[in-house]
């Protein structure tokens, strides 16, 4: 039985009033019903060359990412088709969620992620370098029986030797490929994050025929796809709300060569180091992506999720002068259109803030702010300005 979760705001209300609430079923369907503002956003689009199977017949690959909210869960949406090839014809690749939680110390930006130890999971060659910190992830890859997938999960540890536990979170047990609900309970150590999960995955003969690709080849609803609900208490969201970033991307069946598709997309071509374009191949390290492969979902206290908009340094006008810094710096960007309120931090690879250099309402045009690196241990940190809903980041090094 699939299981219905109401999205509505906290509180006594009245049972009449119940019907005219917005709803998500998690049953590996998007339907235009789901998404608004209260249910399902459009976090990202993926628009480029599918680079997995791409034929008329067995295509595969990515389309949009959606993300949504209620008190008990956050919801995404990844309206995606894997590869289905064989005879009989049998699920492959894999598709991948990436989560960063707030205040989690996982693996930095700037350390490859580890590969776990003796798994049979999508993430067992999985040895990228991140735009995220490496937290945990979800994803799911055929089981070698004809439309059935396994759901798999891994949860990163940082440290001087950062560690990956990952396992098949659906057990030895095969789940239809049909939009049925696998329920993740009885996990234990650190993927007890997992606990009160719920998994769902609908296939379609190729991505050409997923509704999702037909009505405009972006992701546009009605769609199939990966439905995944994750419970804010297991993952430890604070019951106001809170911000977790997400990536979701296509990879082979082993976790060891990701496809074209990623959601962040790429902003522009790859560089002519990723010999295997459009794919990515083996373990890349997306800091030299061009763009920035990690999305900001901010989480409502009881429903609803919004997002921070990513925007070029060129489009804020972000410098920071002189980088690298010995002391002191100064932050420039532009206040386009109207006043608005904008928040600078400097934050450590992890994500953790060591210095607010602007809070408040500031007026158009372009604006400076003096950035203290006095006393900051040398190394990496992240200039994040936001704007408005306008946000975009800058690598700032501290000698």
């Known amino acids: 039985m699939k299981k219905l979760f109401t999205l509505a705001a906290a509180g006594s209300l009245a049972v009449a009033s119940l019907s005219a609430q917005a709803q998500v079923t998690v049953d590996g369907q998007l339907t235009a019903a789901e998404v608004s503002t209260a249910n399902y956003t459009l976090v990202g689009r993926y628009t480029g060359t599918h680079g997995f199977a791409p034929s008329a017949t067995n295509s595969a690959g990515v389309l949009a990412l959606y993300a949504a909210a209620d008190a008990n869960n956050i919801y995404f949406f990844l309206v995606a088709t894997l590869q289905n090839d064989g005879s009989p014809a049998t699920i492959s690749n894999s598709l991948q969620l990436l989560v960063a939680r707030p205040g989690v110390t996982g693996v ?34 055929g089981n070698g029986t004809a439309a059935q997938y396994q759901v798999d999960g891994v949860v990163y540890a940082g440290g001087t030797t950062p560690t990956a536990t990952a396992a098949v979170l659906s057990g030895t047990t095969g789940v239809a490929a049909t939009g049925a609900t696998a329920s993740i309970t009885g996990q234990t150590g650190s993927l007890t994050v997992f606990n009160g999960a719920q998994v769902a995955y609908r296939t379609a003969t190729s991505l050409n025929t997923n509704p999702g690709y037909g009505t405009n080849g972006a992701g546009a609803v009605p769609a199939y796809g990966l439905e995944v609900a994750l419970s804010r208490a297991s993952l430890g969201l604070p019951t106001a709300g809170g911000a977790v970033q997400v ?19 790429n902003t522009a071509a790859l560089p002519a180091s990723f010999t295997a374009a ?21 989480v409502g206290a009881t429903t609803g999720v919004t997002l921070a908009n990513r925007a070029s340094a060129a489009e804020l006008a972000l410098g920071v002068y002189p980088n690298p810094v010995r002391g002191a ?60 809903d306008k946000v975009s980041t800058s690598k700032v090094s501290v000698l």
């Open 108 to 141: 930095p930006v700037g350390t490859a992620l580890p590969k776990p130890t003796a798994s049979t999971t999508s993430f067992q060659g999985f040895a990228p370098y991140l735009e995220l910190p490496g937290d945990m992830g979800i994803g799911i890859k």
């Open 247 to 265: 990536f979701a991307l296509q990879n082979n069946g082993g976790g060891d060569y990701v496809s074209s598709d990623f959601i962040p997309q």
């Open 329 to 388: 710096s100064t932050v420039t960007y532009k206040v386009a259109d109207r006043a608005s309120n904008v928040n600078i931090v400097l934050t450590d690879l992890l994500g953790r803030t060591v210095r607010t250099v602007e809070n408040g309402l500031k007026p158009v045009g372009t604006q400076t702010a003096p950035v203290d690196a006095d006393a900051l241990a040398a190394g990496t940190y992240l200039m994040r300005v936001q704007v408005g």
């Open 278 to 298: 459009p794919n990515l191949g083996a373990n890349p390290d997306f800091r030299l992506v061009p763009g920035t492969q990690a999305a900001t979902v901010n």
